[in-house]
């Protein structure tokens, strides 16, 4: 019987080995034309839930760090990038005030509970300084009341009301928020020409009808 690591590294390539060029390009768009804008070039950021690096490998940072706990994760990196292989709600392997910026996407649905995810949201607003900023981008359990539940290993629905309480019991900040961001996904099959998402982010009046993803962006009050 394979090793819950085993079985998570044969679940990602499952899903993402026939897209995973797309991917990568899909992150080069969303990386340099969208949250490069909440993310100065000079931050240290940790890609949470880094899976293979489609973002963490392309951001434009001083120090960055992804972590996750997919064998397949190391191999996937930059030589710019540092590996964390742990348990995400376990003490993280860095100092406190070290990081500007925490980005997770599509990951804390995977959390098995809340008390998981707020022991994980207690360690990111340890390691940020104070105005440091976590970026979150998942799957909106409001706007997919079915389609949320075809993978294997979603186990917290989330929305992006209960997310922000969550961060506010925790101590963050919210800054902003939207209920409806980018379309799901493309584990499904989803992979428009990359014109449409570049035209897609532009155009914001379409989020709320094509968005069943949340994003929101909090931060670690200074005081």
Known sequence: MRSPAQQLEQEYAMRFEQCASYRIKVW??????????????????????????????????????????????????????????QDCSEPWQLPDSHLDVVFTSNFFEHLPSKETLQRTLAEAFRCLKPNGRLICLGPNVKFLPGEYWDFWDHFLPLTELSLQEGLELTGFSVERKWARFLPYSMSQGFTPPLVFLRLYLRLRFIWPILGKQFLVLARRPAG
């Open 28 to 85: 080069e768009v969303l990386t340099h034309e969208f949250f490069s804008a909440w993310i100065p070039a000079t931050s240290t950021v940790l890609d949470l839930g880094c899976g293979w690096g489609e973002f963490i490998n392309q951001i434009v940072a001083q120090k960055k760090y992804g972590m996750d706990l997919n064998p397949a994760s190391p191999g996937k990196l930059s030589r710019d990038v540092t590996f964390l292989g």
